[in-house]
């Protein structure tokens, strides 16, 4: 009996070390990442913006690269399972999403198209109050932009509606399949994955109907319109990361629910969506850019009618990505943390 531990004791210990080498060159590799991106940051100038609001850019940067690697360091074995979890149930995740998506229209005449009538509905609606009836159009042109106004509306839309239902769903993923998670042998943390992917498709029909509504004003699809792709998938992991946090914790404080839906009525206002980010005085602009949705939606329109690529936001680009990925660490660990009390509760 002894001889057998020892063996599996000298058999596990070459393992460890294999193990414990292959996460410390992980570990610094990200730090050697987070050190040449914060050299870049360094170095990078652009002479037409303001200094001080480019060195207050600077700071929070390194700020918060210097979080991540801390974070990243501390918590490598928590934040890794999540990745390997979802890799691993690729499959399962997939077929349940289509599933999700089938079951939602389930029993409805016109099923998928209930999906669609709703926002666009709401797309003509903002049209007409805002072009038609408030003129707001005159806003965009004393901005510099001469787009029609329903392709720029249109523009912010389709990400927000994405966001919007992507949120609420995955917020309320453990809730709608709280069967699951009392199973013991069931992997629960593809749930909310699930129900991001189950809407991504009807992300994807938005996306056609945008390109479709530039092509009617003359604006045709180019290799920037490329990005679209870039940006969703921005948004789809900027949401997944957000779920993960929503999720856990709404399973033991429900009013949760209540307050992201209220917090959604106010974020469509505070993003620039039905209005022009240039009409904010300079001084409140950095306010309104801490807002990752406002690189997102920024971000729709250049892809549709602009000629800029993303790199070439540079300090936009490189914040929403530190904050996406500290938002996924911080999801990660949450629901690591609370995932051995999620039955106990439901």
């Not at 990200?30 to 360094?42: R, S, Y």
């Not at 709404?250 to 839906?261: E, G, K, S």
């Amino acid at each position: 009996m002894e001889g057998t531990e020892g063996m599996k004791t000298r058999l596990n210990g070459p393992q460890k070390k294999r193990s414990d080498a292959g996460k410390w060159k992980k570990i610094i590799l990200f730090t050697v990442v987070c050190c040449a991106l914060a050299a870049l940051i360094l170095f990078h100038r652009n002479p037409l913006a303001d200094p001080e609001t480019e060195r207050l850019k600077k700071i929070c940067a390194f700020l918060l690269l210097g979080l991540a690697c801390f974070i990243f360091g501390v918590y490598y074995d928590r934040l890794t399972i999540l990745p390997k979890e979802l890799w691993q149930s690729r499959k399962l995740i997939w077929k349940l999403a289509k599933n999700d998506f089938k079951k939602r229209y389930a029993g409805s005449y016109l099923g998928f198209v209930w999906a669609m009538v709703q926002p666009v509905v709401t797309v003509l609606m903002y049209w007409i109050v805002f072009d038609k009836v408030f003129d707001t159009r005159s806003q965009l042109v004393a901005g510099g932009i001469e787009v029609p106004y329903v392709l720029y509306l249109t523009a912010g839309l389709v990400p927000w509606f994405y966001f919007q239902e992507t949120l609420v769903n995955g917020t309320m993923a453990l809730l709608e399949y709280n069967y699951l998670v009392k199973k013991v042998v069931f992997n629960i943390s593809i749930l909310p994955i699930i129900k991001l992917i189950a809407a991504t498709v009807i992300h994807v029909f938005f996306m056609v109907v945008l390109v479709a509504v530039s092509v009617g004003y003359g604006y045709y699809p180019g290799i920037h319109t490329l990005q679209l792709i870039y940006y969703s998938l921005c948004l789809f992991l900027l949401v997944l990361a957000m779920s993960y946090l929503s999720c856990a914790i709404v399973v033991f404080f429900r009013d949760l629910a209540q307050i992201i839906n209220i917090a959604l009525q106010i974020g469509m206002w505070a993003t620039p969506i039905l209005w022009d980010i240039s009409v904010v005085p300079d001084g409140l602009k950095p306010f309104f850019k801490l807002n990752p949705l406002v690189y997102i939606v920024e971000g729709f329109r250049n892809a549709v009618y602009g000629d800029l690529w993303f790199f070439d936001h540079f300090y936009s680009s490189t914040y929403f990505w530190i904050v996406t990925v500290m938002m996924f660490c911080i999801g990660s660990l949450v629901f690591k943390r609370l995932r051995p009390h999620f039955a106990d509760v439901l």
